[in-house]
């Protein structure tokens, strides 16, 4: 029973490595996707939906990021920058499965050749992502896509404004993403699946993968962006006002794949910040 398990994944697998191989290849001839993006998806007016619950979220999300996220991202800071650097290639490379599906349902061709070549030389040559060849053979890194930002190049505008507890700010649209990104993502579906599951004999162990590798993710970002977050909180009259303002801006911004409002701090310059 297990043999055949093996050799059905080993089948999907190596199904896989054609299909981003294929697409890989005839990136050149792809095309930039969708052009004519609609101006109500990119629209920086949203209302609230429970703006007084959204607050009080708010509040609640703020004393928890003070107390465990920003001391664990000043803590993850202090590694030596190796280890940062290569555990935050290994997490884009893994988030990269997520946007080349987002390229594709976006019409990206192009785009998602470049993801999918990405992938395999960062997965083989890259040692499992921990480094990035695939920058030196001309493959380089694009902005991430989500479900959310594909809604919103199909057309869809961002609908109310509201707050998610731990998770933060969102709207309807990529409050209706983030189930999206879920079916989307193949580091999902190979963590839950019981065909892999059979292998390795323990379902809670495959299951807590995925949450590691997304907490993972979460404290990587959380770290490149401390100096950001704190000017953004040292400046604002109302904080919760502009950080809705700054989200609304920048999922604009990212679905017209131009510049993103807060720019993350480079992996070069994390030894010349002071992290007491």
């Known amino acids: 029973m297990v043999e055949n398990t093996r050799k059905i994944m080993l089948r999907k697998f190596l199904f896989a490595v054609l299909t981003l191989s294929l697409i890989s290849t005839s990136a050149i001839a792809g095309s930039e996707g969708n052009e004519k993006i609609s101006s109500k998806a990119t629209s920086l007016e949203s209302k609230e939906c429970f703006e007084k619950l959204s607050r009080g979220i708010f509040r609640f999300n703020h004393a928890l990021d003070n107390a465990i996220f920003e001391p664990?991202?000043?803590?993850?800071?202090?590694?030596?920058?190796?280890?940062?650097k290569s555990?935050?290639?290994?997490?884009?490379?893994?988030?990269s499965l997520l946007t080349f599906s987002n390229n594709v349902l976006q019409g990206d061709i192009k785009g998602a050749g470049n993801t999918a070549g990405r992938f395999l030389v960062n997965s083989t040559v890259g040692i499992l992502g921990i480094f990035d060849p695939a920058a030196k053979m001309g493959l380089a890194e694009k902005p991430r896509e989500d479900f959310?930002?594909?809604?919103?190049?199909?057309?869809?505008?961002?609908?109310?404004?509201?707050?998610l507890p731990i998770l933060g700010p969102t709207t309807a649209r990529d409050a209706i993403g983030l189930v999206g990104n879920t079916f989307l993502d193949p580091v999902y579906h190979v963590t839950h699946n019981t065909e892999t599951d059979?292998?390795?004999g323990n379902q809670n162990y495959q299951e807590h993968n995925y949450y590691?590798?997304?907490?993972?993710?979460?404290?990587?970002?959380?770290a490149k962006n401390i100096e950001s977050f704190d000017n953004v909180e040292k400046n604002a009259i109302d904080l919760y006002s502009t950080?809705?303002?700054?989200?609304?801006?920048?999922?604009?911004?990212?679905?017209?794949n131009a510049d993103t409002t807060i720019d993350t701090q480079d992996e070069s310059d994390w030894e010349e910040i002071e992290t007491n």
Request: net charge positive; aromatic share 10%.
């Open 72 to 84: 664990v991202a000043r803590g993850y800071r202090k590694l030596p920058v190796p280890i940062r």
């Open 87 to 95: 555990t935050g290639n290994v997490v884009d490379n893994l988030r």
């Open 148 to 163: 959310g930002q594909t809604l919103g190049k199909w057309g869809s505008g961002p609908g109310c404004y509201f707050v």
């Open 198 to 200: 059979m292998l390795v």
């Open 212 to 222: 590691m590798f997304k907490a993972t993710d979460g404290v990587d970002f959380r």
């Open 243 to 256: 950080v809705k303002s700054l989200y609304l801006q920048n999922r604009a911004q990212r679905i017209l």
